[in-house]
C-alpha cells in the first residue's frame, strides 16, 4: 500500500495528477492508474514511475536504524522490513530497467546497451551486498530466539523457515494470479521483448487473428530471440548466496536467551490478519 498509494500516488498528486483507478492483490503487489496533465515533464514521468521504490528505500534504513534500539522479535521485524524493502527496490528496478517492464520501463527506453547495463550491475550489486547485511542482522536477532542449540542447527533451521515461508509466499502468489487474474496489471509486468513479438505478431495477422493460446506461443518464441541477456541467475543466485553468507555471521554473532513467547507470536499473526484484512478492503 505504502509503494502504490504514496510512492506513486502521492507524487502522481505532487505533479498535479488524479489517482483513478488502483488493485491489490493480497500476496502478488499491485497496480495504481491515475489521470496526469498532458503537458507533463518526463522528468516528473520518471519521477512518479520510480517513487514506489524511492520509497521503500527510504523505510529500509529507518527500519534498520530502528531495529538497532530493540531485541527479540521487535528486531527481527524490523530487520526483515528493512532488508525486503531495499532488496525489492534494487531488484525490480534492476529487472524492470534489464528486461523492460513495470517501474522500469522509462529507463530501460532512455538508457541505451551500455546505461543499462551500468545501472543493473550497480543494482544487483547493491542487492547482493544489501542481501547479505539484511540477513546478518536479521538471523542474529533470530538465532537468539532459538536458545539451547548448536550454531549449525541455528542456522539451518533460519534456511529451513526462509525456504518454507518463500515457497508459501510464491504459492499464494502464483495461486492468487492464477484465480483472480488482472489483465491490466499482466500487462505491465509484461517484459518488453514479450509485448512488441505480441504487437508484432498481431500486425502480421491482422487478416487472419490467431487463438491466444497460439498467439502467446509464437510471442514467446520471437521473443526468446530478441530477449537480453539473462540477468536472473546472477542476480538470485547471488542474493542467495549473500543470504546464507550473511545468516552464517549473525548465527556467529547471536547471543542466549531471547525465546520466543506464544504472545508474542499471537501478536504477530493478529498483525499479520490485520494487515490482510486492510489490504483485502482496499484492493
Known amino acids: 500500500m505504502l509503494h502504490e498509494f504514496i510512492g506513486h500516488g502521492g507524487v502522481a498528486t505532487l505533479a498535479g495528477g488524479r489517482v483513478t483507478q488502483w488493485h491489490l492483490f493480497l500476496f502478488a503487489g499491485g497496480r495504481i492508474e491515475f489521470d496526469l496533465p498532458d503537458a507533463l515533464s518526463w522528468w516528473w514521468e520518471l ?26 522479535a521487535p528486531a527481527m521485524g524490523l530487520c526483515a522490513l528493512g532488508a525486503i524493502d531495499a532488496v525489492h527496490a534494487l531488484v525490480y528496478v534492476g529487472r524492470g530497467t534489464h528486461y523492460g ?40 536477532h533470530a538465532a537468539e530466539c532459538i536458545p539451547g542449540a548448536s550454531g549449525g542447527v541455528r542456522l539451518g533451521a ?8 518463500s515457497g ?3 504459492a499464494l502468489a502464483f ?17 518488453r521483448a514479450l509485448a512488441e513479438a505480441r504487437r508484432t505478431i498481431e500486425r502480421e495477422r491482422r487478416a487472419a487473428p490467431l ?6 506461443r ?12 539473462p540477468l536472473d541467475p546472477l542476480l538470485f543466485g547471488g542474493i542467495g548466496l549473500g543470504l546464507v553468507a550473511g545468516a552464517r555471521s549473525g548465527v556467529r554473532r547471536a547471543r542466549e536467551g531471547m525465546a520466543l ?13 490485520a494487515l490482510l484484512a486492510l489490504v483485502a478492503w482496499i484492493g
Open 47 to 72: 519521477a512518479i514511475q520510480l517513487g514506489g521504490c524511492a520509497l521503500e528505500s527510504v523505510v529500509a534504513p529507518i527500519a534498520f536504524l530502528l531495529a538497532r534500539r530493540c531485541r527479540g
Open 101 to 140: 517492464y513495470g517501474d522500469g520501463i522509462l529507463l530501460h527506453e532512455a538508457l541505451g546497451p551500455m546505461g543499462r547495463g551500468a545501472l543493473v550491475s550497480l543494482a544487483t550489486g547493491a542487492a547482493i551486498a544489501i542481501s547479505s547485511l539484511g540477513a546478518r542482522a536479521f538471523s542474529r
Open 158 to 165: 533460519l534456511v529451513v523457515a526462509v525456504v518454507v515461508a
Open 168 to 170: 508459501v509466499h510464491a
Open 175 to 191: 495461486g492468487e494470479l492464477a484465480l483472480v487474474p488482472d489483465p491490466a496489471y499482466a500487462r505491465l509486468m509484461e517484459d
Open 211 to 216: 487463438s491466444p493460446e497460439e498467439l502467446e
Open 218 to 229: 509464437l510471442a514467446r518464441a520471437r521473443a526468446a530471440t530478441k530477449a537480453p541477456l
Open 261 to 273: 513467547s506464544w504472545r508474542t507470536v499471537g501478536l504477530a499473526f493478529a498483525l499479520l490478519g
